[in-house]
């Protein structure tokens, strides 16, 4: 059971807006960043989000992000293909000083 | 740009140990720590513990206290992950990661390939 919370799947057409969210606690997004994960298959992870709603260089401005009190959302505007993934969100976690990351979101762009 | 190269897939028994090595390059080793990271088959990333580079400090997960050793070698700027007493689930790919600030509070930025360790009687 992950300490953040996520929805298993979403999925979008290349015509729509697609969001994925993630919930937690007072410990972890109540206090403190959220940070966004794309994992294509078969890769290792690649940040896609740091700080609540920043993008790295590189990352398609398609992708934004927020957070709000204990909760925080993902959203692909116009989702293609080579955006099918699994998407983590993380956060620092104050009560158990460690990383904590949200179970996975499988993107389908149908 | 920043590479994190690991070590090669490892088969392992139950109750035996298993070292990864994370081989760091193109910035200044000491600036950032690393974390641990891994996954098991089909399922999410769960974080292991972070070593700083500079002086080499620890902090693991409660959940691997006792059985996890993190260790640095500045001269060939790597980092060491030793795991001991393996049982069947600590079946899972293991990555490493460089944190964005030198303290284990920042993001994970950085990813090595990730390496495959199976453990199978």
């Known amino acids: 059971q992950s300490v953040l919370t996520q929805p298993p799947s979403a999925s979008g057409t290349p015509g729509q807006r697609v969001t994925i969210s993630c919930s937690g606690s007072?410990?972890?997004?109540?206090?403190?960043?959220v940070y966004w994960y794309q994992q294509l298959p078969g890769t290792a992870p690649k940040l896609l989000i740091y700080?609540?709603?920043q993008r790295p260089s590189g990352v398609p401005d398609r992708f934004s992000a927020s957070k709000s009190g204990t909760s925080a959302s993902l959203a692909i505007s116009g989702p293609r293909s080579e955006d099918e993934a699994d998407y983590y969100c993380?956060?620092?976690?104050?009560?158990?000083?460690?990383?904590?990351f949200g179970g996975g979101t499988k993107l389908t762009v149908l | 740009q920043v590479q994190l190269v690991q070590s090669g897939a490892e088969v392992r028994k139950p109750g035996a140990s298993v070292k990864v090595s994370c081989k760091a390059s193109?910035?200044?080793?000491?600036?950032?720590?690393i974390s641990w990271v891994r996954q098991a088959p089909g399922q999410g990333l769960e974080w292991m513990g972070w070593?700083?580079?500079?002086?080499?400090?620890?902090r693991y997960a409660q959940k691997f206290q006792g059985r996890v050793s993190m260790t640095t070698d500045t001269s060939t700027s790597t980092v060491y992950m030793e795991l001991r007493s393996l049982r069947s689930d600590d079946t899972a790919v293991y990555y490493c990661?460089?944190?964005?600030?030198?303290?284990?509070?920042?993001?994970?930025?950085?990813w090595g390939q990730g390496t495959l360790v199976t453990v199978s009687s």
């Open positions: 990661a460089r944190d964005s600030g030198g303290n284990a509070v920042y993001w994970l930025g950085y």
């Open positions: 193109a910035y200044t080793f000491t600036s950032y720590g």
């Open positions: 070593i700083s580079t500079y002086n080499g400090n620890t």
């Open positions: 007072s410990s972890n997004l109540g206090s403190n960043y």
């Open positions: 700080r609540n709603d």
């Open positions: 993380a956060s620092w976690d104050d009560s158990v000083s460690g990383w904590v």
